[in-house]
């Protein structure tokens, strides 16, 4: 694991949302069904609240939320959103014309489970871009392989 492998949003020392993308799931799978599969690792501190767990992500949900976190980076208007397939993790980022970034979410520790974690706080517009620079780090390491179906 190497930091370029994080994504993190927020303060690594106070609220945060941190996922550490650790290895492909099925690396020797080169198709977008299952060679896009991430390990990783999920860090939530909100509050008095943490949770940390499991969750297998992938590739392009990481490429989506780099798409709108430029657009939300270049406007400071609207809403840059991480959706995951299994419903693990949703990361929502609210732009805001005084400058604050409004991350609300929800985390459930495994699909399916019923334990989940409902956060929000707020980080700086300056932040947007040190989150653009980690999802494309990120996904230098682990770029979306194969074309979907259409």
């Known amino acids: 694991m190497t930091a370029s492998t994080e994504l993190l949003i ?4 106070g609220q945060h ?3 550490r ?3 492909r799931h099925h690396p020797h799978l080169f198709d977008s069904s299952a060679g896009n599969w991430i390990s990783s690792e999920v860090d939530i501190a909100a509050g008095g609240m943490r949770a ?3 969750a297998e992500l992938k590739s392009e949900e ?3 939320f780099l798409d709108e976190v430029d657009a939300l980076t270049r406007t400071l208007d609207g809403v840059a959103t991480f959706s995951t397939t299994e ?3 949703t990361v929502s980022l609210t732009g805001d014309p005084s400058g604050q970034v409004r ?4 985390a459930v520790d495994a699909p399916g489970s019923g334990n989940r974690l409902y956060f929000g706080f707020e980080v700086d517009q300056r932040r947007l871009p040190q989150i653009s620079q980690s999802l494309q780090l990120l996904l230098s390491a682990f770029p979306v392989v194969g074309v979907a179906d259409a």
């Open 103 to 106: 991350v609300a979410g929800e």
């Open 10 to 13: 927020g303060d690594a020392d």
């Open 52 to 54: 940390t767990f499991r």
């Open 87 to 89: 419903g693990q993790l």
């Open 62 to 64: 990481f490429q989506a």
């Open 21 to 23: 993308a650790e290895a």
């Open 17 to 19: 949302v941190l996922v």
